[in-house]
């Protein structure tokens, strides 16, 4: 069963990761196999996360593992849209998109991960 499907962080991180996919598609050729290659990887990170804690079925420490590590790239995402801004392959206003997208899926890990005893 894929449980995980169902969790709206799931669903906030997948869909947040297809977006960021498909802007990096209009960064310069040159940063394919570096900062494009260094987004996808964290992006896709967050859901892949999730539902491999979820799709183990050990432990619930093993569970809560997995759900940090979507959290730890989450953080790493932020800082990835900082530097994106600031050497201007992204503009303000979507640089405030992510960041609040990453801000909410963060704290809905946070949440989850205080739920799990």
């Known amino acids: 069963m894929n449980l995980y499907r169902e969790l709206s962080v799931y669903q906030k991180s997948y869909r947040m990761s297809i977006s960021l996919y498909k802007y990096t598609q209009t960064m310069p050729e040159d940063e394919r196999y570096g900062l494009c290659?260094?987004?996808?990887?964290?992006?896709?990170?967050?859901?892949?996360?999730?539902?491999?804690?979820?799709?183990?079925?050990?432990?619930?420490?093993?569970?809560?593992?997995?759900?940090?590590?979507?959290?730890?790239?989450c953080a790493e995402l932020e800082v990835?849209?900082?530097?994106?801004?600031d050497i201007g392959y992204m503009e303000s206003e979507a640089h405030q998109k992510y960041t609040d997208e990453l801000t909410q899926i963060s704290k809905m890990l946070y949440k989850l991960v205080a739920g799990i005893n």
């Open 37 to 73: 290659a260094q987004i996808r990887r964290a992006a896709v990170s967050v859901p892949l996360n999730i539902a491999e804690g979820y799709g183990k079925d050990d432990s619930k420490a093993e569970l809560k593992r997995y759900l940090k590590m979507a959290k730890g790239s």
């Open 80 to 85: 990835l849209m900082d530097v994106c801004k």
